[in-house]
């Protein structure tokens, strides 16, 4: 209940944080994607995941509220990054289904200048179980105005390749699960494998994230993965930390 009612006041008293985490592209070691992730510095209980705030944002109905904070905050960085460098947004269930997020998104960019063509947003399948849904449309237009749709924590949950039947993808997240182990399992091996050709067949980028050792690199290479993700590049950064690094992309 403590979380509750701060909820409700965290982004008034400026209390949320967002950091970056960058996606490097595997063939040029370059910066190519920044994904926001938010961060709740509570004032008695310290810093509380989304794992733990998102589910009750949404429950409580200040989940449109925070996301029009982070879009308007991450678009805002990111119009200060080079060209070649996409910003990534989570986006939850409920704000896709709300119908604000388009005008939510178009003034973010008209606001900062960012070129649509260079956010993306991440939703998991759950987004998808209902065919042919409202949200679908609403996503189909944000896309056709340039943005670009990702598939994150693929492999997990309802997965079901149904959904990269009837709709057009940009790019898919391989769950990072199956990259835990994929040293010593044939069976992780196999899948990444198998997912990155389907990817590449249906003409999307495929991103491994949960990189944390230098063999996990090499298999994520191997298996023909475009971009990879994790705490072995980069954690989580700050805005300015960010910022610095993708002006010295080299
Ligand atoms: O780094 P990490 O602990 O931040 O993220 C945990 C989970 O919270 C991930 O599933 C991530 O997608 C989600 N998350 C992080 N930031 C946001 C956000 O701004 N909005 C939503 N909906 N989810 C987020
Ligand atoms: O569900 P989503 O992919 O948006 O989740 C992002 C989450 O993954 C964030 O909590 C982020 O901090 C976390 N994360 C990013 N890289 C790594 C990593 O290499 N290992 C682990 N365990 N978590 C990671
Ligand atoms: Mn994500
Ligand atoms: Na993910």
């Given at each position: ?87 990534a947004i989570n986006i ?18 008209v606001k900062t200048g ?78 990444v494998r198998a997912v ?55």
């Amino acid at each position: 209940h403590e979380i509750e009612t701060g909820l409700r006041r965290a982004v008034a008293n400026d209390e949320l944080v967002l950091k970056f985490q960058p996606i490097f592209e595997v063939k040029s070691g370059r910066i190519v994607i920044c994904e926001a992730l938010l961060r709740w510095n509570h004032p008695t209980l310290g810093q509380i995941s989304p794992v733990e705030f998102i589910p009750l944002a949404e429950s409580t109905g200040t989940i449109e509220e925070i996301t029009h904070w982070t879009i308007d905050r991450a678009c805002e960085a990111a119009a200060h990054w080079p060209e070649d460098v996409r910003l990534a947004i989570n986006i939850s269930l409920a704000v896709l289904n709300s119908g604000a997020l388009p005008t939510a998104v178009i003034e973010a960019l008209v606001k900062t200048g960012l070129s649509a063509r260079r956010l993306e947003l991440e939703m998991t399948e759950s987004v998808f179980l209902d065919d042919d849904s409202h949200t679908q449309h609403m996503l189909k237009a944000l896309q056709q105005i340039g943005l670009r749709m990702v598939l994150d924590d693929f492999g997990t949950g309802y997965s079901s390749l149904s959904y990269l039947r009837s709709y057009r993808f940009d790019s898919i997240k391989i769950d990072r699960s199956f990259m835990t182990g994929i040293a010593t399992s044939r069976e992780d091996q196999a899948i990444v494998r198998a997912v990155t050709l389907m990817a590449e067949a249906l003409d999307m980028e495929i991103v491994a994230e949960g990189i944390e050792t230098h063999e996990q690199l090499d298999y994520a290479r191997d298996a023909g993965i475009h971009n990879v993700q994790g705490f072995l590049m980069s954690e989580p950064q700050s805005v300015a930390v960010m910022t610095d690094m993708v002006l010295r992309n080299v």
